[in-house]
């Protein structure tokens, strides 16, 4: 049920993050978990004991990575049996963010403002 929430690329003056959800109600082992982007033959494990608390947020700083996320790029997370939880695939401006927004039609837009490690500030204009 962990998803990735908010992309922020790279840009020349600040590294870009990512940024997972939890929406259950329980704590989630990510131990060995893997997350990657466009090339997934280069990936990031999570070490033993990273976890994500019930409704709580983790953002991955891209200085912890072994690859950028980019302007145009895409984003993997995989279990620890290396299944794909989840997925986000974007083209957007190096100044800007990338969030999952539930009321809208495509389900991620780009987003006015960064909310890094909290909910996501959503454009109105999606079904209700």
Do not use: M
């Not at 997370?77 to 990338?98: E, H, M, Y």
């Amino acid at each position: 049920a962990i998803r990735i929430n908010e992309i922020f690329p790279h840009n020349p003056t600040i590294a870009g993050w990512a940024e997972l959800f939890n929406p259950t109600s329980a704590t989630v082992d990510l131990s060995g978990w893997t997350f990657t982007d466009s090339n997934i033959f280069v990936e990031s494990t999570f070490p033993s004991g990273s976890s994500i608390p019930p409704g709580g947020y983790l953002v991955i700083d891209e200085t912890s990575l072994p690859f950028r996320l980019d302007a145009t790029d895409a984003a993997h997370l995989f279990s620890r049996f290396g299944v794909q939880v989840d997925q986000a695939v974007w083209a957007i401006d190096a100044t800007q963010t990338f969030g999952r927004c539930p009321d809208q039609p495509a389900g991620f837009v780009t987003l006015a403002t960064p909310t890094k490690g909290a909910a996501n500030a959503c454009p109105p204009g999606g079904p209700s």
